[in-house]
């Protein structure tokens, strides 16, 4: 969520002063207000298309998505395709510039998990959020992972990005599976709210983030949302949440208990979960060591872990 996602137009504190906390402009937001009906009909379309294509290519940017809307006829800037995938959550999985923020007042924790052979099921899940078009709106997906034999474990859909859809997944999760060792999501503000972080420590689980533009520290979740779109919403062309929630809870039955994953042998999830056997995950750092000194400022989008060497997780 965005910044300007905060703010709230019903709520009791006044706009000014929530522009203000939330260091968003006033004139942003009430443009955002006076938009037609029309405009966000056609923002629904780019959005869709842009999903589309960061599906096939996740390591395009905005300038890279103005070209390929441009080809498809639609007149559009960068700064409008820009404020588009900030809204979606999107951004190019290569190292580059900030293109969005945690909320400032969460913490922020290091990541646990690179060079970490993961060996049973259990020892690390993630989650991550992702756009769903839809034939008359759009909608946002959130699933929780289990690495080893890359079970969907729980999911939920929402027409926003509040933190309530994740935290009803993490504890349908941990009702059903019990609890891992670590729990990896990105650095977005549902992720790192007080509500989600909570409930992790309150089970002791350890608490682990991806660095700042390195989508493969979560690769295994991102890896799903190109097979559940390719496999079946871009097929299917659901209409709305209703038909979205039926349809998702038939493929991810059939995602975890009949489709065969190369990755796991041709098991299915179901199998290496319940057998222990014919899984496995392990993040191998493709941009090398952190190289700075002590006290110096990572540069954006690097990976900066708080930790010197691989944690072992047992």
């Known amino acids: 969520m965005t910044r300007q996602g905060w703010i709230d137009v019903d709520d009791a504190v006044p706009i000014v002063r929530q522009c203000r906390l939330a260091s968003v402009a006033r004139a942003t937001v009430y443009a955002q207000l006076q938009r037609s009906p029309l405009e966000d009909a056609v923002d629904v379309l780019l959005c869709g298309l842009i ?32 404020r588009l995938m900030r809204g979606m959550g999107l ?3 290569a190292p580059g510039p900030h293109t969005s923020r945690p909320h400032p007042a969460h913490k922020i924790y290091p990541y646990l998990l690179r060079g970490v052979a993961v060996t049973r099921p259990n020892q690390v899940w993630s989650t991550d959020i992702t756009y769903i078009r839809l034939a008359r709106g759009f909608g946002y997906l959130v699933a929780v992972l289990d690495w080893y034999s890359r079970k969907v474990l729980s999911w939920r859909v929402s027409n926003t990005m509040d933190a309530s859809f994740c935290v009803d997944a993490l504890e349908e999760a941990l009702r059903g599976y019990g609890r891992p060792d670590v729990f990896n999501s990105d650095q977005g503000s549902q992720f790192t709210s007080d509500a989600f972080t909570d409930v992790l420590k309150r089970e002791g689980v350890a608490i682990s983030m991806d660095g700042r533009g390195r989508a493969f520290d979560n690769i295994f979740v991102e890896r799903l949302w190109r097979t559940v779109k390719y496999e079946d919403v871009y097929l299917r062309g ?13 493929y991810f039955q059939f995602y975890n208990g009949d489709r065969p994953h190369q990755a796991l042998a041709n098991l299915t999830p179901d199998e290496v979960y319940r057998t222990r056997r014919g899984g496995g995950a392990r993040i191998v750092d493709k941009y090398g060591p952190a190289t700075k000194s002590p006290g110096e400022p990572a540069a954006p989008g690097q990976r900066c872990s708080a930790a010197s060497e691989a944690q072992a997780i047992t």
């Open 91 to 93: 951004a190019a999985i």
């Open 51 to 82: 999903d589309e294509v960061y599906t096939r290519r996740p390591f395009y940017g905005s300038r890279r998505m103005v070209i390929q809307l441009r080809a498809q006829g639609h007149e559009v800037n960068r700064k409008r395709v820009q």
């Open 238 to 250: 659901y209409a709305d949440l209703g038909e979205l929630t039926i349809g998702l809870t038939e």
